[in-house]
């Protein structure tokens, strides 16, 4: 029995899973809300007590950079070391990945259902892939293959540049550095980007959501957005998927993605229809080849299994623990 979780700064998904046939199968899930715990121990207690499951590996994809299977959450005000999560578990190892690591090994068990693919390209067997997520923050990994399986590399993709490139981004940027000591992507494409790029069009419009209190502001102008009631909302969500493609092309540029680009995180799954409308793919292939290498060949598909992370955490424990 697999143990696997999927731990972020809003939320963290426990599950359990079984190999059967030579597949995985989830045996029970449960979600936490991660800021009402004290730690990865303690939601891990809970579970297991509750579906009183005797587990044989266990593996768990968490936001921030893993230094020597230990990390500082980001988002999120919890340390977690694997040793000590092996201890506790009473198993030989526990395996921590960055949350995007763990995505990207999710996208090697996904069905054809668990995809919406937005520009077909042109595939190739066996070549790298790369994953793009924004959510609470951003995150980013490429998949590579070692001639047997994919193997997935981390990043900190999310606090890397932001680099404008139009007038328009370039006048976002110089908004963004009058209030911020850097102006990095996890500015703009997480949830919270959405209100900063608003105030940037205009800071004379203001919704409830921007107070801080009870109500999304990324929801509340995605919402407007969608029912073309606030015409800055609209604005704004046209923006952050320009933005988004632009530097999911940046990813597809660095790491020669011809097997594809898998575009994942809830934002994206709750705006698909906007993405789906080519501002996302246009910003993506708005650049010159590289050599040969054009970007309207690279497949661009969203992620729409929200257990992706999970599911890839679980096959991290069961494929390479």
Same mark, same amino acid.
């Given at each position: 029995?697999?143990?696997?979780?999927? #731990?972020?700064?809003?939320?963290?998904?426990?599950?359990?899973? &079984?190999?059967?046939?030579?597949?995985? *199968?989830?045996?029970?899930?449960?979600?936490?809300?991660?800021?009402? /715990?004290? @730690?990865? /121990?303690?939601?891990?207690?809970?579970?297991? /007590?509750?579906?009183?499951?005797? #587990?044989?590996?266990?593996?768990?994809?968490?936001?921030?950079?893993?230094?020597? &299977?230990?990390?500082?959450?980001?988002?999120?005000?919890?340390?977690?070391? +694997?040793?000590?999560?092996?201890?506790?578990? $009473?198993?030989?190892?526990?395996?921590?990945?960055?949350?995007?690591?763990?995505?990207?090994?999710?996208?090697?068990?996904?069905?054809?259902?668990?995809?919406?693919?937005?520009?077909?390209?042109?595939?190739?067997?066996?070549?790298?892939?790369?994953?793009?997520?924004?959510?609470?923050?951003?995150?980013?990994?490429?998949?590579?293959?070692? @001639?047997?399986?994919? *193997?997935?590399?981390?990043?900190?993709?999310?606090?890397?540049?932001?680099?404008?490139?139009?007038?328009?981004?370039?006048?976002?940027?110089?908004?963004?550095?009058?209030?911020?000591?850097?102006?990095?992507?996890?500015?703009?494409?997480?949830?919270?980007?959405?209100?900063?790029? /608003?105030?940037?069009? &205009?800071?004379?419009?203001?919704?409830?959501?921007?107070?801080?209190?009870?109500?999304?502001?990324?929801?509340?102008?995605?919402?407007?957005?969608?029912? +073309?009631?606030?015409? *800055?909302?609209?604005?704004?969500? &046209?923006?952050?998927?320009?933005?988004?493609?632009?530097?999911?092309?940046?990813?597809?540029?660095?790491? *020669?993605?011809?097997?594809?680009?898998?575009?994942?995180?809830?934002? $994206?799954?709750?705006?698909?229809?906007? #993405?789906?409308?080519?501002?996302?793919?246009? $910003?993506?292939?708005?650049?010159?080849?590289?050599?040969?290498?054009?970007?309207?060949?690279?497949?661009?598909?969203?992620?729409?299994?929200?257990?992706?992370?999970?599911?890839? $955490?679980?096959?991290?424990?069961?494929?390479?623990?």
């Amino acid at each position: 029995m697999i143990l696997a979780g999927d #731990i972020g700064g809003t939320k963290s998904n426990l599950g359990l899973f &079984n190999v059967e046939d030579g597949a995985m *199968v989830r045996v029970a899930h449960k979600r936490y809300a991660s800021r009402e /715990h004290a @730690g990865l /121990h303690e939601i891990a207690q809970d579970f297991l /007590h509750e579906t009183a499951a005797k #587990i044989n590996a266990a593996a768990f994809g968490i936001a921030g950079p893993i230094l020597q &299977n230990r990390v500082q959450a980001s988002n999120l005000p919890w340390i977690v070391d +694997g040793a000590e999560m092996a201890k506790f578990l $009473a198993l030989p190892r526990v395996r921590l990945l960055n949350d995007l690591q763990a995505t990207a090994y999710g996208v090697s068990v996904l069905g054809p259902n668990d995809v919406e693919t937005i520009s077909a390209g042109v595939p190739v067997e066996n070549a790298t892939r790369a994953v793009i997520a924004a959510g609470t923050g951003l995150g980013e990994s490429i998949l590579y293959w070692d @001639g047997v399986q994919y *193997v997935a590399m981390p990043s900190e993709a999310g606090h890397a540049d932001f680099a404008p490139n139009t007038d328009q981004q370039a006048d976002l940027w110089k908004f963004l550095k009058e209030k911020n000591e850097y102006v990095f992507q996890e500015l703009i494409l997480a949830g919270r980007g959405f209100q900063r790029i /608003h105030e940037f069009l &205009n800071p004379s419009i203001k919704h409830p959501g921007f107070d801080g209190q009870q109500i999304d502001p990324a929801a509340e102008i995605t919402q407007l957005a969608f029912a +073309g009631t606030c015409p *800055v909302c609209v604005q704004t969500v &046209n923006l952050w998927i320009e933005i988004y493609g632009s530097e999911a092309g940046n990813l597809a540029l660095r790491a *020669v993605a011809r097997g594809g680009i898998y575009v994942a995180g809830g934002i $994206a799954v709750k705006i698909l229809m906007k #993405i789906k409308e080519g501002r996302f793919a246009a $910003a993506m292939q708005r650049r010159p080849n590289a050599g040969g290498f054009a970007l309207k060949d690279v497949p661009v598909h969203v992620v729409l299994d929200e257990e992706c992370p999970l599911k890839g $955490a679980a096959y991290a424990a069961w494929k390479y623990s």
